[in-house]
């Protein structure tokens, strides 16, 4: 995030080894004003729009080729770079 110089767009930045819902809703506090961004569209992406939130699909990695299974596995938003990420954080700074 520092080396990319992104970090002032973010109030919360974790990484943890399980998502669930209830991480999730604990680290946003219930708020909607949420980008999820995740590589991984069974996970991140899932979870994120399950609670409503903005989502963004990070295709790089071992998940770049996913195909979603669901409605829920589809994000908003999707990314082959993470720092085509600052034109939609500031799309919805408006």
Same mark, same amino acid.
Do not use: C, H
């Given at each position: 995030?520092?080396?990319? #110089?992104?970090?002032?767009?973010?109030?919360?930045?974790?990484?943890?080894? @399980?998502? &669930?819902?209830?991480?999730? &809703? $604990?680290?946003? #506090?219930?708020?909607?004003?949420?980008?999820?961004?995740?590589?991984?569209?069974?996970? $991140?992406?899932?979870?994120?729009?399950?609670?409503?939130?903005?989502?963004?699909?990070? =295709?790089?990695?071992?998940?770049?080729?996913?195909?979603? =299974? #669901?409605?829920?596995?589809?994000?908003?938003? $999707?990314? &082959? #770079?993470?720092? $085509?990420?600052? =034109?939609?954080?500031?799309?919805? @700074? =408006?």
């Amino acid at each position: 995030m520092e080396e990319l #110089d992104i970090r002032q767009y973010f109030q919360k930045i974790l990484f943890v080894k @399980e998502k &669930s819902k209830q991480i999730f &809703s $604990e680290i946003t #506090d219930a708020a909607k004003d949420v980008i999820v961004v995740g590589d991984s569209i069974g996970d $991140e992406i899932k979870i994120g729009n399950q609670l409503g939130f903005i989502t963004v699909w990070l =295709k790089k990695g071992m998940f770049a080729t996913a195909i979603p =299974k #669901d409605a829920d596995e589809v994000a908003k938003f $999707e990314l &082959s #770079d993470i720092n $085509e990420l600052e =034109k939609i954080i500031s799309f919805y @700074e =408006k």
